[in-house]
Nanobody, 127 residues
């Protein structure tokens, strides 16, 4: 079992930055790959970033490459999403998720492949 709690969302002006955190409980965290997804109103949940169990490898969606970064601290059971140069199109609810089945980053994996989800945190970017 893994429980996930996101924090760090809020309202920011275009060009600004936010760092999201996802605190995990449960012994499976350090062996799980972690992902960040987002969902804007009326849209499907989309992949943002993924990090392997060790933190050595990451994957980013093309739409956020060069602006976002994902990292993790297994000692703190926390995964982070650093978001820079935010744009209004980044406005969404951001979710972290744990993949306890496939722990690499070669495959991004679909939302249904992730075993555990947080409740989400709202990010709003004003123009």
């Amino acid at each position: 079992q893994v429980q996930l709690v996101e924090s760090g969302g809020g309202l920011v002006q275009a060009g600004g930055s936010l760092r999201l955190s996802c605190a995990a409980s449960g012994r499976s965290f350090s062996s799980a790959a972690m992902g960040w997804f987002r969902q804007a109103p009326g849209k499907e949940r989309e992949f943002v970033a993924r990090i392997g169990w060790s933190g050595e490898r990451t994957r980013l969606a093309d739409s956020v490459k060069g602006r976002f970064g994902i990292s993790r601290d297994n000692a703190k059971n926390t995964v982070y999403l650093q978001m820079n140069s935010l744009q209004p199109e980044d406005t969404a609810v951001y979710y972290c998720a744990a993949d306890t089945v496939y722990t690499g980053t070669y495959y991004v994996r679909l939302p249904n492949d992730y075993s555990y989800w947080g409740q989400g945190t709202q990010v709003t970017v004003s123009s």
